[in-house]
Nanobody, 124 residues
Framework: QVQLVESGGGLVQAGGSLRLSCTAS????????MGWFRQAPGKEREFVAT????????YYADSVKGRFTISRDNAKNTVYLQMNSLKPEDTAVYYC?????????????????WGQGTQVTVSS
């Protein structure tokens, strides 16, 4: 079993930055693919970014490419999402997810564990 706890959300003005963190329990974190998803009010959950176990494979949604950076520190069992140049349309609850396989994808159904989410609000 893996438990994921997100932190770092908050209220920021457009153009600002936030860094989200997701800390995982369990000794197997190092082998997991990790992903970030988000869900805005009234919308479906959407893929943001994913990173495989050693950081060699990273993928982003087109909407965040060039603004967001995903990274991980396996020694700390933590994955990060650095978000720069934030826009009001980035407002959402951001979820961290873990996939026990080495298969970074943008499909939510491929992920086995989910955090509770952290709210990000970008004001215009």
């Amino acid at each position: 079993q893996v438990q994921l706890v997100e932190s770092g959300g908050g209220l920021v003005q457009a153009g600002g930055s936030l860094r989200l963190s997701c800390t995982a329990s369990g000794r197997t974190f190092i082998s997991h693919t990790m992903g970030w998803f988000r869900q805005a009010p009234g919308k479906e959950r959407e893929f943001v970014a994913t990173i495989n176990w050693n950081g060699a494979r990273i993928y982003y949604a087109d909407s965040v490419k060039g603004r967001f950076t995903i990274s991980r520190d396996n020694a700390k069992n933590t994955v990060y999402l650095q978000m720069n140049s934030l826009k009001p349309e980035d407002t959402a609850v951001y979820y961290c997810a873990a996939d026990v396989g080495d298969r970074p994808t943008g499909w939510a159904n491929d992920y086995d564990y989910w955090g509770q989410g952290t709210q990000v609000t970008v004001s215009s």
